[in-house]
Nanobody, 120 residues
Framework: QVQLVESGGGLVQAGGSLRLSCAASGSIFSINVRGWYRQAPGKQRELVASITNGGSTNYADSVKGRFTISRDNAKNLVYLQMNSLKPEDTAVYYC??????????????WGQGTQVTVSS
């Protein structure tokens, strides 16, 4: 079992910045990918950014150049630095942790979500 807790969400004006943090605990030895998803009202949950144990990253096209995912392995923390925020970034952001082997997801964990609201 892995427990994930997000923090750092809030209200920010367009053009501003926020940094989200996700703390992991439990049986984290098996995790090899972590990331961030978001879900706006009436829309499906979408991948924002991910990072593997090897350091490979992926970003949604809508956030490339503005968001950066990073990690602190010693503290079991993953961050999402969000710059140049836009109103369309408003959503609940969820921390993700999983284990993927040969494209198969063998473990899958989610945080409780943190609200990010960007005002115009």
């Amino acid at each position: 079992q892995v427990q994930l807790v997000e923090s750092g969400g809030g209200l920010v004006q367009a053009g501003g910045s926020l940094r989200l943090s996700c703390a992991a605990s439990g049986s984290i030895f098996s995790i090899n990918v972590r990331g961030w998803y978001r879900q706006a009202p009436g829309k499906q949950r979408e991948l924002v950014a991910s990072i593997t144990n090897g350091g490979s990253t992926n970003y949604a096209d809508s956030v490339k150049g503005r968001f950066t995912i990073s990690r602190d392995n010693a503290k079991n923390l993953v961050y999402l630095q969000m710059n140049s925020l836009k109103p369309e970034d408003t959503a609940v952001y969820y921390c993700y942790a999983g284990r993927v082997v040969a494209t198969i997801v063998t473990k899958d964990y989610w945080g409780q979500g943190t609200q990010v609201t960007v005002s115009s």
